[in-house]
């Protein structure tokens, strides 16, 4: 594992796409081009390594037997949420919360929060799925209301909305950081101060802005934080809830069972537990002990590099191949051109071809570009926008091991595509 700190103007970009094993192969004579980071981030060694190295040398519980692999999982498993809990800059470590991905983070705090009776939930229509359903069907399950902020065009958010949005009888708002769909930043500062000023929780889906910028959980002050492991180089099937340890405190639980009790008594007939405080409240049986441990690595990996650095290196890559995709005929792309308030991917459409999934179908068979096509989980924004999602549309997501020629790659076989369907 690398330490330290690096500069950007010290960063060797080829080592560290080195580090990808994917990306050493070919497929029929041609290398690999991965532009669908923003789906499921590739793992490097140092990552695959950790995992490798429970399943190989301390495969057994954490926190339950006392002999020597137990001691050994238990250790690699709370230092993995120390390094969780750095990479966010959290208060304390028990504010990070295992789960099994963003979408169960976002659920937890969906169902478990208190919210007062009558009060009203804000989301958006640029939300995944996972961003706005929970809350949707908590707002029916206790009849609490529910109000929709719709994105602007280029998919960034007003201010002024939110401001008229946000009311004192607002008690949560649930908001995705950056999209999925048109790579756009929202003003996550703004809208906290304004729903703090009206006594309003928040809720972050950081799932697509974690992996990519600096997230400072303190600094922003947000109350819960959603983040999914896969996306920032970490193992599939983990997840991080984080949140202020005293909302975690007085939050329902979610799952009960074992680890999640200090006492379990009999007396009088009746069964009486004494439920342990979070982190251990919410996380509950059999943990994935080498998921955790991946993750940690992950961020470690990251933090090594630094946010900033990432961050910069994926906007140049995106400022080329949006220059390029603004000057070709047939192409029309989903959101701001700004990259300064965009992450690293860009979501476009071709009218020369029926359908989304025939622009990545091409992609791939003949340049081994491996795109997204689809509707991405955010069926409303495509409404909104009057594309039909059976149609969908097509995502190049770029990382921190992609290069110059993955996008050159990338552009070529899109024009080639335009070329030959007109």
């Not at 995992?51 to 250790?75: D, K, L, T, W």
């Not at 933090?303 to 994926?314: L, P, S």
């Not at 890559?317 to 991917?345: E, F």
Request: with cysteine; net charge neutral.
């Amino acid at each position: 594992m690398a330490t330290g700190k690096r500069l950007i103007n010290m960063v060797d970009w080829t080592k560290i796409r080195n580090d990808f094993p994917p990306l050493t192969r070919t497929i029929n004579g041609r290398p690999v081009v991965y532009l669908d980071s923003a789906c499921m981030a590739l793992k490097p060694r140092q990552v695959i390594n950790a995992m490798n190295e429970y399943y190989e040398q301390y495969p057994a519980c954490g926190g339950r037997s006392i002999h020597r692999f137990g001691e050994e999982v238990s250790n690699a498993y709370h230092e993995a949420r120390v390094k969780f809990a750095r990479f966010l800059n959290a208060a304390e470590e028990a504010e990070c919360i295992w789960t099994r991905n963003a979408t169960e983070s976002l659920n937890i705090v969906a169902s478990s929060v208190k919210l007062p009776k009558g009060s009203k939930i804000i989301t958006t229509s640029l939300e995944h799925h996972s961003g706005s359903l929970p809350f949707v069907e908590r707002a029916k399950r206790d009849g609490l209301k529910i109000e929709i902020v719709k994105a602007q065009s280029d998919g960034t958010f007003n201010i002024e909305d939110w401001k008229k949005a946000i009311d004192r009888n607002t008690s949560l708002v649930s908001i995705v950081h950056s999209s999925n769909v048109t790579g756009t930043v929202a003003p996550m500062k703004e809208i906290v101060e304004i729903a703090h000023d009206r006594g309003t929780l928040v809720m972050s889906d950081d799932a697509q802005y974690a992996p990519h910028h600096p997230l400072d959980v303190q600094k922003l002050d947000v109350d819960f934080s959603a983040i999914s492991a896969h996306k920032m180089c970490g193992p599939s099937g983990m997840g991080v809830l984080y949140g202020k340890l005293e909302h975690l405190k007085s939050m329902n639980m979610f799952l009960y069972g074992g680890d999640t009790v200090s006492d379990v008594r009999f007396e009088n007939g009746v069964i009486i537990p004494e439920y342990l405080p979070p982190p251990e409240k919410f996380e509950a049986g059999l943990q994935n002990y080498a998921g955790a441990i991946g993750a940690g690595a992950a961020a470690e990996y990251l933090q090594a590099i630094g946010m900033h650095e990432i961050e910069k290196y994926e906007r140049s890559l995106l400022d080329i191949a949006l220059k390029r995709l603004c000057d070709m005929k047939h192409v029309q792309i989903l959101g701001t051109k700004d990259i300064n308030i965009k992450t690293g991917l860009v979501t476009f459409l071709v009218d020369t071809v029926s359908s989304a999934h025939d622009v990545a179908t091409f992609l791939n068979d003949e340049f081994n570009v491996m795109v997204r096509s689809g509707w991405h989980c955010v069926g409303p924004f495509h409404y909104q926008m009057g594309i039909d999602p059976k149609k969908g549309t097509v995502r190049a997501s770029f990382y921190l091991y992609n290069n110059r020629k993955d996008v050159d790659t990338f552009l070529s076989g899109l024009e080639a595509l335009i070329e030959a369907s007109k």
